[in-house]
Protein backbone atom coordinates (compact mmCIF):
# COMPACT_ATOMS: atom_id res chain seq x y z
CA UNK A 1 0.00 0.00 0.00
CA UNK A 2 1.41 3.68 -1.06
CA UNK A 3 1.39 5.77 2.04
CA UNK A 4 1.76 8.83 -0.16
CA UNK A 5 -1.96 8.02 -1.71
CA UNK A 6 -3.32 8.72 2.43
CA UNK A 7 -1.97 11.81 2.84
CA UNK A 8 -4.76 13.79 1.38
CA UNK A 9 -7.10 11.17 3.44
CA UNK A 10 -5.05 12.20 6.68
CA UNK A 11 -5.07 15.54 5.90
CA UNK A 12 -8.93 15.76 5.10
CA UNK A 13 -9.76 14.50 9.00
CA UNK A 14 -7.30 16.07 10.76
CA UNK A 15 -8.56 19.22 9.93
CA UNK A 16 -11.74 19.04 11.16
CA UNK A 17 -10.04 17.20 14.39
CA UNK A 18 -7.76 19.82 14.52
CA UNK A 19 -10.75 22.78 14.43
CA UNK A 20 -12.41 21.20 17.25
CA UNK A 21 -9.40 21.19 19.72
CA UNK A 22 -8.61 24.37 18.71
CA UNK A 23 -12.51 25.59 19.78
CA UNK A 24 -12.41 23.63 22.86
CA UNK A 25 -8.93 24.98 23.64
CA UNK A 26 -10.21 28.52 23.04
CA UNK A 27 -13.06 27.98 25.31
CA UNK A 28 -11.60 26.91 28.05
CA UNK A 29 -7.95 27.88 28.49
CA UNK A 30 -8.52 31.53 29.15
CA UNK A 31 -10.64 30.65 32.13
CA UNK A 32 -7.83 29.18 33.80
CA UNK A 33 -5.81 32.30 33.55
CA UNK A 34 -8.50 34.47 34.75
CA UNK A 35 -8.68 36.25 37.82
CA UNK A 36 -11.39 34.68 40.17
CA UNK A 37 -14.44 37.01 41.24
CA UNK A 38 -13.84 37.89 45.03
CA UNK A 39 -16.42 40.46 45.78
CA UNK A 40 -19.84 38.75 47.24
CA UNK A 41 -23.38 40.71 46.79
CA UNK A 42 -26.33 41.02 48.38
CA UNK A 43 -29.57 40.24 46.11
CA UNK A 44 -33.36 39.71 47.50
CA UNK A 45 -36.23 37.63 46.41
CA UNK A 46 -39.33 37.91 46.80
CA UNK A 47 -42.16 35.53 46.59
CA UNK A 48 -44.48 37.68 44.27
CA UNK A 49 -44.49 40.04 41.64
CA UNK A 50 -45.47 42.93 43.35
CA UNK A 51 -43.78 42.84 47.31
CA UNK A 52 -44.90 45.52 49.47
CA UNK A 53 -41.09 46.75 50.05
CA UNK A 54 -37.84 46.85 48.40
CA UNK A 55 -33.77 47.31 49.10
CA UNK A 56 -31.22 49.32 48.09
CA UNK A 57 -28.45 50.97 48.97
CA UNK A 58 -28.03 54.76 50.57
CA UNK A 59 -24.33 55.91 51.58
CA UNK A 60 -23.06 52.85 51.31
CA UNK A 61 -25.26 50.75 53.83
CA UNK A 62 -28.86 48.60 53.00
CA UNK A 63 -32.03 50.83 53.42
CA UNK A 64 -35.91 50.04 52.91
CA UNK A 65 -38.33 51.60 51.05
CA UNK A 66 -42.48 50.89 51.37
CA UNK A 67 -43.86 50.48 48.09
CA UNK A 68 -46.92 52.36 47.26
CA UNK A 69 -50.05 50.29 46.19
CA UNK A 70 -51.30 51.04 42.68
CA UNK A 71 -53.42 48.28 41.58
CA UNK A 72 -57.34 48.23 42.24
CA UNK A 73 -58.54 49.64 45.40
CA UNK A 74 -61.34 46.85 45.94
CA UNK A 75 -58.47 44.05 46.43
CA UNK A 76 -56.15 43.99 49.08
CA UNK A 77 -52.56 44.78 48.09
CA UNK A 78 -50.21 41.56 48.15
CA UNK A 79 -48.05 41.69 50.75
CA UNK A 80 -45.39 39.45 49.25
CA UNK A 81 -42.49 37.77 51.56
CA UNK A 82 -39.30 39.74 50.92
CA UNK A 83 -35.83 37.76 51.42
CA UNK A 84 -32.08 38.78 51.51
CA UNK A 85 -29.33 36.93 50.62
CA UNK A 86 -25.69 37.30 51.05
CA UNK A 87 -23.90 35.60 47.97
CA UNK A 88 -20.43 33.99 48.25
CA UNK A 89 -18.72 34.12 45.27
CA UNK A 90 -16.01 31.52 46.04
CA UNK A 91 -17.89 28.86 46.91
CA UNK A 92 -21.25 29.84 44.72
CA UNK A 93 -23.50 29.70 47.19
CA UNK A 94 -26.36 32.34 49.24
CA UNK A 95 -27.18 32.37 52.46
CA UNK A 96 -30.12 34.32 54.04
CA UNK A 97 -29.40 37.22 56.32
CA UNK A 98 -31.43 39.53 58.32
CA UNK A 99 -31.57 43.43 57.47
CA UNK A 100 -29.95 43.88 60.70
CA UNK A 101 -27.26 41.70 59.58
CA UNK A 102 -27.11 43.41 56.05
CA UNK A 103 -27.19 46.87 57.86
CA UNK A 104 -23.25 46.13 59.38
CA UNK A 105 -22.45 45.49 56.07
CA UNK A 106 -20.52 48.25 53.20
CA UNK A 107 -22.34 48.47 50.41
CA UNK A 108 -21.29 48.97 46.56
CA UNK A 109 -23.93 49.70 44.35
CA UNK A 110 -22.46 49.86 41.01
CA UNK A 111 -22.88 46.84 38.45
CA UNK A 112 -19.24 46.15 38.36
CA UNK A 113 -17.34 44.45 41.21
CA UNK A 114 -14.54 45.98 42.47
CA UNK A 115 -12.58 43.07 40.90
CA UNK A 116 -14.07 43.54 37.41
CA UNK A 117 -17.64 41.41 37.38
CA UNK A 118 -21.14 41.77 37.09
CA UNK A 119 -24.32 39.80 37.26
CA UNK A 120 -25.81 39.44 34.16
CA UNK A 121 -29.05 37.17 32.31
CA UNK A 122 -27.79 34.40 30.70
CA UNK A 123 -28.26 34.49 26.48
CA UNK A 124 -29.84 31.65 23.98
CA UNK A 125 -29.02 31.77 20.52
CA UNK A 126 -32.09 30.88 17.71
CA UNK A 127 -31.62 30.41 14.55
CA UNK A 128 -34.14 30.09 11.48
CA UNK A 129 -32.28 28.42 8.69
CA UNK A 130 -29.53 31.21 7.74
CA UNK A 131 -30.94 34.02 10.03
CA UNK A 132 -29.24 33.90 13.68
CA UNK A 133 -30.02 36.11 17.15
CA UNK A 134 -29.91 36.06 20.50
CA UNK A 135 -32.39 36.42 23.03
CA UNK A 136 -32.03 36.93 27.11
CA UNK A 137 -32.82 33.87 28.90
CA UNK A 138 -33.96 35.46 32.09
CA UNK A 139 -33.95 32.09 33.91
CA UNK A 140 -30.45 32.13 35.18
CA UNK A 141 -27.50 34.83 36.13
CA UNK A 142 -24.35 34.54 35.63
CA UNK A 143 -20.91 36.26 37.01
CA UNK A 144 -19.24 37.59 34.14
CA UNK A 145 -16.14 39.83 33.97
CA UNK A 146 -12.83 39.52 32.88
CA UNK A 147 -13.55 37.34 29.44
CA UNK A 148 -15.05 34.31 31.96
CA UNK A 149 -18.82 33.63 32.97
CA UNK A 150 -19.66 31.69 36.15
CA UNK A 151 -23.05 30.36 36.33
CA UNK A 152 -24.69 31.46 39.36
CA UNK A 153 -26.54 29.18 42.14
CA UNK A 154 -28.74 31.40 43.42
CA UNK A 155 -31.53 30.04 46.42
CA UNK A 156 -34.28 29.08 44.45
CA UNK A 157 -37.38 31.40 44.68
CA UNK A 158 -40.12 27.89 45.33
CA UNK A 159 -38.89 27.82 49.11
CA UNK A 160 -40.25 30.99 49.94
CA UNK A 161 -43.19 31.11 47.07
CA UNK A 162 -44.77 29.49 44.18
CA UNK A 163 -42.82 29.02 40.96
CA UNK A 164 -38.88 29.74 40.35
CA UNK A 165 -36.20 32.37 40.22
CA UNK A 166 -37.01 34.94 37.62
CA UNK A 167 -34.75 37.64 36.50
CA UNK A 168 -36.74 39.36 34.71
CA UNK A 169 -40.91 39.36 36.83
CA UNK A 170 -38.70 41.19 39.33
CA UNK A 171 -38.33 38.30 41.88
CA UNK A 172 -34.40 38.45 41.99
CA UNK A 173 -32.75 42.08 42.76
CA UNK A 174 -29.56 42.95 42.89
CA UNK A 175 -28.76 45.06 45.72
CA UNK A 176 -25.00 45.72 45.97
CA UNK A 177 -21.77 44.57 46.30
CA UNK A 178 -19.74 44.07 49.81
CA UNK A 179 -16.87 45.86 50.13
CA UNK A 180 -14.17 45.14 52.40
Known amino acids: MNKTKNIPLIVGLSIPLAM ?3 VTASIYLPQLWAPQPKTNFLYS ?3 TYYPAKEYFVS ?3 IAERILPYTGNPNR ?3 LGDIRIYLHDVVRNEGREISFEEAQTLLLDNRALSPDGFEVVPGTRG ?3 FLFFYNSEDYSSLYLKGHH ?3 KLHLYKIGSIGSGNY ?3 NNRYRFIGWVRE
Open 45 to 47: LSS
Open 148 to 150: TTK
Open 20 to 22: IVF
Open 59 to 61: NNK
Open 76 to 78: PQP
Open 126 to 128: ESF
Open 166 to 168: SYY
